[in-house]
């Protein structure tokens, strides 16, 4: 493992938004239920190892995730299989990217999430690696777009949050990219 550098914080202006659309928000308040995302309404708060909650991942982000065609890069230090994995599962088998790299800080995240694909029968190239560096934002980088979540990668955390979307990824792939070599 490589040396944990001192943190350097470089102010930068945010990328202009991607050709063909604006920045969007979508605020999420995940029950469980099927009325997601929505604005916050008054709703069950369950919780992931309740018998009758389930993931439900940000239809927009999902659909996402299925038309992606090269590369998928989560950068979420709290991803894991209950919530993250699960929620975005079904809609992999449909994407054609060739890299799938999740980062996260979650000390068991790795393991579960190995066993769990072994028992899928997963057959796609999905790496897992642990960050030895602390960080709190969660992003997804869909090909070239940059998605930014105030909770889980996907939506799918039973709390009111946001998702914003439609930035390019190609300044947080450099970072993720040396996030990664960093725990090789």
């Given at each position: 493992?490589?040396?944990?550098l ?6 930068m ?7 063909g659309?604006p ?27 309740e018998p ?30 209950p ?5 975005i599962?079904?809609f ?5 990217a060739?890299?799938?790299?999740i980062?996260?800080?979650k ?19 999905i ?7 602390d960080?709190?934002?969660?992003f997804?980088a869909?090909?070239g ?6 909770s ?6 039973p709390k ?20 990664w070599?960093?725990?090789?």
């Amino acid at each position: 493992m490589k040396p944990i550098l001192s943190p350097v914080v470089v102010a930068m202006p945010p990328p202009p938004p991607p050709p063909g659309g604006p920045n969007q928000i979508f605020w999420l308040w995940t029950t469980g239920g099927p009325g997601t995302p929505n604005f916050p309404r008054p709703g069950a708060d369950h919780r992931p190892g309740e018998p009758d909650w389930a993931p439900q991942g940000l239809d927009v982000f999902l659909e996402a995730i299925a038309t992606t065609r090269q590369s998928i890069l989560i950068l979420d230090p709290f991803f894991d299989l209950p919530i993250g994995l699960r929620a975005i599962w079904d809609f992999l088998p449909y994407s054609t990217a060739t890299e799938i790299k999740i980062l996260t800080t979650k000390k068991d995240s790795n393991a579960r999430i190995m066993e769990w694909l072994t028992e899928k029968k997963n057959t796609r190239p999905i790496e897992i690696r642990k960050s030895a560096i602390d960080f709190h934002d969660r992003f997804a980088a869909l090909d070239g777009e940059l998605w930014h979540f105030g909770s889980t990668v996907g939506g799918a955390f039973p709390k009111f949050s946001a998702t914003t979307r439609g930035w390019s990824s190609n300044e947080f792939r450099e970072v993720f990219m040396r996030l990664w070599k960093d725990v090789e």
